[in-house]
């Protein structure tokens, strides 16, 4: 749960800025919400850069201002991977090129359960977060986890075989400089795979303000696939695979949402519920208009 509205968001710090995508200044203003899933009561504004169409938040809070909204960060809950999450991991966070274990890099590894799953598989497994997120991956589980941004790090060019980072992109302040060091560090014909949240899915325009996903001000780059896509090409890798997830959070995060800020109380998240939704999702996913969206790129390789 995040803090009480009125203990910080009077003090958050914001600025207008360009886009994130291709600088330009020109946006045009789409919507404005608060944070229903954090409890969070200021309203940010989501715009669109009438260049490139990439969506985002603006004004955008200050660095020290966003971290204030991380306060008992759920991604950074210490929890051991179980039965159930090996499996979803061997089913659709597998690496798609490399078969042949080697070193590998997750951005925003928060509790390491995924760090775990590579290094039962053979990886060396090395993970990057910020803070107290570092703590239990490292103390507990025994992981390599790097302190930090990853341009702070100082890490060789082309020292990694694959690079990972599942739903991180949209809480970065600057998502275009993070892919650009995955580049330069990535080995020529290494792996990337990033997921993020589609700002133009189904659950989405059905839900509005009260999608599981929106979560503002922290998802302040909001992608839908073309703008996703565009990111990782402009930094000068090839993607050869975008998969739309049939995953039920959001969906079943969006109903309770909605019920809750209409002050009904009938908690959704459940196991017949979830199975009811399953169908919902699988028919995002066939329609390509799912709420969470992976992208699989490679390195290419200097003739």
């Known amino acids: 749960m995040a803090k009480t509205s009125s203990v910080f968001e009077d003090t958050v710090q914001t600025h207008i800025v360009a886009c994130r995508l291709c600088n ?6 789409l919507f404005s919400a608060d944070n229903i899933r954090k409890k969070t009561k200021r309203h940010f504004t989501v715009v669109q850069c009438e260049s490139c169409g990439f969506k985002y938040v603006n004004p955008m809070p200050t660095n020290e201002s966003l971290m204030l909204y991380y306060h008992e960060y759920e991604a950074h809950e210490p929890k051991k991977i179980g ?3 090996k499996i979803y991991y061997r089913l659709l966070r597998n690496p798609k090129k490399h078969k042949k274990p080697g070193k590998s ?4 590894c ?3 359960k995924y760090l775990t ?8 497994a090395v993970g990057l977060d910020r803070g107290e997120g570092c703590q239990f991956p490292r103390e507990v589980l025994g992981h390599n986890v790097l302190d930090g941004e990853i341009w702070e790090q100082n890490l060789p060019d082309n020292s990694f075989d694959l690079i990972t980072s599942w739903w991180m992109i949209e809480h970065v302040l600057d998502p275009r400089r993070i892919v650009n060091e995955c580049q330069r560090i990535l080995k020529p014909g290494g792996e990337l795979i990033i997921s993020t949240m589609n700002v133009d899915s189904i659950e989405s325009r059905m839900f509005k303000r009260y999608w599981w996903h929106l979560v503002l001000p922290e998802h302040i780059s909001q992608f839908d696939p073309k703008s996703f896509r565009r990111l990782v090409e402009q930094a000068g890798f090839e993607v050869f695979h ?3 997830e049939p995953v039920t959070c ?10 809750d800020a209409k002050g009904v109380s009938f908690p959704v998240n459940n196991i017949f519920f979830k199975f009811l939704c399953i169908p919902v999702e699988l028919i995002f996913s066939l329609f390509r208009s799912s709420g969470m969206i992976t992208l699989y ?6 003739k």
């Open 110 to 112: 928060g509790n390491g």
């Open 24 to 29: 330009d200044s020109k946006y045009r203003n």
């Open 105 to 108: 890099l997750d951005i925003g």
């Open 83 to 85: 039965t159930l999450e």
């Open 250 to 259: 959001g969906f079943i995060g969006s109903v309770q949402n909605y019920l």
């Open 242 to 244: 975008f998969r739309h």
């Open 117 to 124: 799953f590579l290094r039962d598989q053979g990886w060396e």
């Open 297 to 302: 790129a490679v390195k290419k390789s200097v």
